[in-house]
Antibody
């Protein structure tokens, strides 16, 4: 069965960086795009970016363009999201989610990783 | 960027009711729209894509309609498991993906 398993919760200080991983199983990893979506408490989801896991090309929301990097390791079917220069309003739950093409809904999601940014 | 606006923000309904949630896009997205259901503490779950196509395993009590800028999610004969927050999302491929602010469906 399809699974996206994310790394555990993180507590970071303002200005630090965080890396969240997402390991896929149960399907052909390189046949799907992987997206990152975050959700602050009580808010709607916010798309951050995506990676073509086959070729490695990335696409980022302009809001995060300068602070986020997505990488993938096809040998372990893992995507890593790094967010730099953390601020308190980056505190949120971060999800990975897959789509079969760029024009598809996100049909499987990871369980979410809570990131808390606090001094 | 495409802005997605949902209404209402909260909806109170009883088991057995039919409920309708609206979603408006700030520009034409053809039928590149998905609907998600989210329960507290869980990831969103895809229920409809391409405006009206039911995701596998989703009950037929859910239906979607619309195109262009106006979209609707309808839930017929509301069941206890249907309560939660629903989000629309556009994915037209020319703009960053974006979600609506959500509609919380509560028990009356």
């Amino acid at each position: 069965q399809v699974q996206l398993v994310q790394s555990g919760a993180e507590v970071k200080k303002p200005g630090a960086s965080v890396k969240v991983s997402c390991q896929a199983s149960g399907y052909t990893f390189s046949n799907y795009y992987m997206h990152w979506v975050r959700q602050a408490p009580g808010q709607g989801p916010e798309w951050m970016g995506m990676i073509n896991t086959g070729g490695g090309r990335t696409y980022y929301a302009q809001k995060f363009q300068d602070r986020v990097t997505l990488t993938r390791d096809t040998s372990t079917s893992t995507v890593v999201m790094e967010l730099r220069s953390l601020k308190s309003d980056d505190s949120a739950t971060y999800y990975c989610a897959r789509s079969v093409t760029m024009r598809n809904g996100f049909d499987f999601w990871g369980q979410g990783t809570m990131v808390i940014v606090s001094s | 960027d495409v802005q997605m606006t949902q209404s209402p923000s909260t909806l109170s309904a009883s088991v057995g009711d039919t409920v309708t949630i609206s979603c408006r896009a700030s520009q034409n997205i053809n039928r590149w729209l998905a609907w998600y259901q989210q329960k507290p503490g869980r990831a969103p779950k895809l229920i409809i894509y391409e405006a009206s196509t039911l995701e596998s395993g989703v009950p037929s009590s859910f239906s979607g309609s619309g195109s262009g800028t106006e979209f609707t999610l309808t839930i017929n004969s509301l069941q206890p498991d249907d309560f939660g927050t629903y989000y629309c999302q556009q994915y037209d491929g020319f703009s960053p993906y974006s979600f609506g602010q959500g509609t919380k469906v509560e028990i009356k």
